[in-house]
């Protein structure tokens, strides 16, 4: 891989862009483990396929730890709402990216009168694989990054922003997973209601009634700690974590994406994002010094969208604070997932001045798994 960089930007719940080829290693399932108490699914989800500007989703970003460079974060915290596409890339490229987003929203149809667009752009820095300082990634990737977005499952591993990223001393990269609740447990009104046109489930059709909520999360690996995979700690039994003999210092980041069907507000979600930051320890992080690690989170339910209209009030939704649990369980099983599968997925990668991070070693993690009695 000559030019890392010109892979580095994603749209998230999407599709992946650039080069890089998701790999036959196994996700977590296909090892034999299970993680959590949920049902399971491959997510791929944009807040919907019309103009965002002018139909703005409920959103909250929550900072774990801010060493990073998060654009739009302010404006999505002052009014609880995206009006773009979200996009990931490293960390020099995020103003270019974010160029990128504001021309492509600036040529839809509807917004020839807009003067203010809120890109949020998150990053994390590849600089051990990727030439970053060539800064190679231009608006032209990010606008061509949102066209491809489709449906279906999301490419994983070293692809798209994950292509230069390492985490716990292996190659890191992109990771999803997803969690449906039980009727019982999400839709208020299961006759009723139908999942939005744009949310992909495995085992599911969107426009399918009687499903439960759907949380689904996009996560872009690269930072330090000491691996635990489900309880299993992997990084301390292969001699390979942050601290040791004092050579690596864990420092890196964390961008973490989590989209709901279920009709929460801002506040609410920011509630729900906050809660996958405890994957993050569970994996082993403990959000180093120099790490940048986010939460953002959004609702794709189509009842709670904030339209441009000309009326002075706008209708409201609560969802109940007492049922919002199940969801908090279902973001931290998803998330640690997620995490998962972007160090099972991603393969050994050669970069910059031929700099290389080494694969997870599949052979001796499903020895572990066993051992610990962790396989099925």
């Not at 420092?251 to 506040?267: E, F, K, Q, R």
Request: charged share 20%; glycine share 12%.
């Amino acid at each position: 891989m000559k030019r890392i960089a010109h892979t580095a930007c994603l749209v998230l719940l999407a599709a992946a862009a650039g080069l890089g080829q998701e790999s036959s290693r196994p996700r977590l399932r296909d090892l034999g483990v299970e993680v959590g108490i949920f049902r399971t699914g491959v997510t791929a989800i944009l807040p919907h396929g019309g103009n965002l500007f002018q139909e703005k989703v409920p959103a909250a970003i929550v900072v774990g730890n801010g060493f990073g460079k998060l654009i739009g974060s302010t404006q999505v915290e002052e009014l609880g709402q995206v009006e773009t596409p979200i996009l990931l890339t490293n960390t020099l490229s995020v103003w270019e990216v974010a160029n990128g987003v504001v021309d492509y929203m600036l040529a839809l149809p509807g917004n020839e009168t807009v003067r203010s667009i809120n890109p949020v752009v998150g990053e994390t820095n590849d600089g051990w694989l990727n030439d970053i300082r060539g800064r190679h990634v231009t608006r032209a990737h990010a606008v061509e990054a949102i066209r491809s977005a489709q449906r279906g499952p999301v490419p994983e591993g070293a692809v798209g922003a994950g292509a230069g990223t390492v985490c716990f001393g292996w190659k890191g990269g992109i990771g999803t997973s997803s969690r449906l609740l039980p009727p019982i447990l999400g839709a208020s009104q299961p006759p009723a209601r139908q999942l939005p046109a744009r949310t992909a489930l495995a085992g599911g059709s969107g426009g399918s009634v009687g499903l439960g909520y759907t949380v689904g999360v996009l996560v872009q690996t690269n930072y330090g700690g000491v691996l635990e995979l489900a309880g299993v700690p992997i990084g301390k039994e292969l001699g390979q974590y942050s601290f040791k003999e004092q050579l690596n210092y864990g420092d890196g980041s964390c961008m973490i994406v989590a989209a709901t069907d279920a009709p929460l507000n801002s506040a609410q979600l920011k509630r729900l994002a906050r809660r996958a930051l405890l994957a993050l320890g569970k994996t082993g992080s403990a959000m180093s010094h120099g790490s940048g690690d986010y939460v953002i989170a959004f609702s794709t339910a189509a009842e709670c969208r904030i339209k441009s209209t000309a009326n002075r009030t706008e209708p409201s939704l609560r969802f109940r604070e007492d049922d919002l649990s199940p969801l908090f369980q279902a973001i931290v099983e998803a998330t640690e997932e997620a995490i998962y599968n972007s160090l099972l997925k991603a393969t050994d990668t050669k970069g910059y001045h031929q700099h290389e991070s080494k694969a997870l070693p599949l052979g001796r993690v499903k020895e572990l798994l066993n051992k610990y009695g962790r396989s099925r």
